[in-house]
């Protein structure tokens, strides 16, 4: 996991993975009980690009009252690449070949400045327009969803930092626009970083500016990349600690997440 992962709470495999060393494939799933409740592949090409990536999901083993779980599926995600640039991720189903998501990516000079997200009958669900500062470091980040002709909702990550370019604070914050001009803006969250040694503390709090509870990340060594292990604080009822293992090349083997009495287990196998 990278500590840009840990900042802005993206997936461990995303859309711009990157592995290293000689690899062909990685076989991966989340054990759970003994059992694994997902689990799929990635396919890479000789400069290490994601070419593609099937899986299985069985479903949540828990989920909030009032939603159901998720039927069952297998799918399939193809990734296309323009001038070295991820430029379209496309997931199916595989035993109907329908489409069921498909990502966008738009570039300008060489910089990502929007990515498209569409749903299965190609009707756009959202999409997010990204802005840089002089030096070339993300600053703001703005997800529009549908919306009418004259009006517009969107949702904006505000994004500082220190001399170092190290990210000290992110504020979400929610527009309303009709005819071009902002007519309200609410504050929704503001999460704040602080850097010591060998730790980067997550702070979280609200719109009014309350502390929610904060996440500290171990890191494994000052200048790495790499986080030992992720820790929600004691004294929160819902405390989680998440550990992390890594192969000679610094690619993530295994990730063990403890909450109260479960343990998940994500397996990662390089080939």
Request: a negative charge; glycine letters at 4%.
């Amino acid at each position: 996991m990278t500590i840009d992962k840990f900042i802005f709470d993206k997936p461990i495999l995303d859309f711009f993975f990157r592995p290293s060393g000689p690899l062909k494939t990685l076989n991966y799933g989340n054990l759970e009980d003994g059992k694994f409740s997902s689990r799929g592949q990635y396919e890479f090409d000789e400069s290490g690009r994601i070419l593609s990536e099937t899986g299985y999901q069985s479903g949540w083993k828990a989920y909030p009252v009032g939603f159901s779980p998720p039927p069952s599926i297998q799918y399939r995600r193809i990734y296309k690449y323009q001038d070295a640039q991820l430029v379209l991720v496309r997931e199916e189903d595989i035993n109907t070949q329908e489409q069921l998501e498909a990502y966008e990516f738009i570039y300008a000079d060489q910089k990502l400045v929007q990515t498209i997200h569409a749903k299965d009958n190609g009707r756009v669900k959202f999409s997010t327009c990204y802005e840089y500062d002089e030096q070339g470091y993300l600053s703001i980040e703005k997800h529009y969803s549908v919306n009418s002709k004259n009006n517009k909702l969107y949702s904006s990550k505000e994004i500082e930092r220190n001399s170092a370019h190290q990210v000290t604070q992110i504020k979400r914050i929610d527009y309303r626009e009709r005819e071009g001009e902002v007519v309200s803006r609410e504050i929704c969250s503001i999460r704040e970083f602080e850097y010591e040694e060998n730790r980067i503390r997550k702070i979280l709090r609200n719109g009014e500016d309350r502390n929610l509870f904060s996440i500290v990340a171990e890191l494994l060594s000052p200048d790495s990349d790499l986080i030992k292990l992720v820790k929600y604080p004691k004294d929160f009822s819902d405390s989680k600690q998440i550990a992390y293992q890594y192969d000679d090349y610094g690619n993530v083997e295994k990730i063990v997440s403890t909450y109260k009495d479960s343990v998940i287990t994500q397996i990662y196998r390089f080939a």
